[in-house]
């Protein structure tokens, strides 16, 4: 079966770095898009960057552009989501997703919390 783990949230305070990961078992990273997405309380959820393993073509939020690094490690099969200078507006739960565009298939992490906060 199919999984997404994403680990490496937690409590920061303003200014500071987190870096998430997600870890993949059951499908390979380099076959699938893969998305980090964040939803805050009483806000829609948005893509904060995505990232195509196998060519490393990366895409951000305008929010998070400078400050956040999407990556992938194929032999991991783990993608990353490096998160510099953050700010109280990036507290949100954050959510993994890989896309398989031809297969047309999608899988969720269970998301990892994001608090940042003096």
């Known amino acids: 079966h199919v999984q997404l783990v994403e680990s490496g949230g937690g409590l920061v305070e303003p200014g500071g770095s987190l870096r998430l990961s997600c870890a993949a078992s059951?499908?390979?990273?380099?076959?699938?898009?893969m998305y980090w997405y964040r939803q805050a309380p009483g806000k829609e959820r948005e893509v904060v960057a995505t990232i195509i393993t196998n060519g490393g073509a990366t895409n951000y939020a305008d929010s998070v552009k400078g400050r956040f690094t999407i990556s992938g490690d194929n032999a991991e099969n783990t993608v990353y989501l490096q998160m510099n200078s953050l700010k109280p507006d990036d507290t949100a739960v954050y959510y993994c997703?890989?896309?398989?565009?031809?297969?047309?298939?999608?899988?969720w992490g269970q998301g990892t919390q994001v608090t940042v906060s003096s």
């Open positions: 997703q890989a896309v398989h565009i031809r297969l047309r298939s999608d899988y």
């Open positions: 059951g499908i390979s990273i380099s076959s699938y898009a």
